[in-house]
């Protein structure tokens, strides 16, 4: 037997349902030990909340959302009109995609074509690259993190791009830098 006093018996009621019945103890194998010998299942609740873990206890920088003020008061104006407007403009891009009417063949089709309108685009600019590249000393260091990041921030888009025209079987209509 466990001797305890801390042990609370709690009236009958059948407006309520317990799902918990608290003990504390100071030996909490022994009564592990005997809950199992008795066959009663058992749960563990500590005395302290989640927020009061060490992982929560990291101050948060609240200064990060400031931000947001202007990212919401320059696009609040526009999250109006497009709701008091049923969202028509994506429901125009929607539809110019033509998901409406395709086939398999648009899933390998539609991303070809996208990728040779961005390379078709983008020769001239790594032509004129290359001239100035010869008068310059350049070395490509692939471990500065600088490069990286500029690198992902241009190609990761248009990856982006050519999978949803993958998955999609959508068309990607490229209209920058095009008469």
């Given at each position: ?152 921030i241009n190609l990761i888009p ?22």
């Amino acid at each position: 037997k466990i001797h305890n006093k801390k042990i609370i018996k709690l009236k009958y009621s059948k407006s309520s349902v317990y799902h918990q019945y608290v003990i504390l103890v100071k030996d909490k194998k022994k009564l592990i030990k005997l809950f199992k010998k008795k066959g009663i299942e058992f749960g563990f609740h500590y005395p302290f909340a989640i927020h009061q873990l060490k992982i929560f206890k990291k101050k948060f920088n609240y200064k990060s959302f400031i931000s947001l003020i202007p990212f919401l008061l320059i696009l609040l104006p526009h999250l109006i009109w497009l709701t008091e407007n049923d969202y028509i403009t994506i429901t125009y891009g929607l539809h110019r995609t033509g998901t409406g009417d395709q086939s398999f063949l648009d899933h390998l089709i539609l991303p070809v074509i996208f990728l040779g309108k961005q390379i078709g685009i983008l020769i001239p600019f790594f032509i004129m690259s290359l001239f100035l590249i010869k008068k310059f000393e350049f070395k490509i260091n692939l471990k500065d993190k600088k490069l990286l990041f500029l690198i992902s921030i241009n190609l990761i888009p248009i990856v982006l791009m050519l999978l949803t025209s993958i998955f999609t079987g959508s068309k990607i209509r490229t209209m920058w830098m095009t008469p």
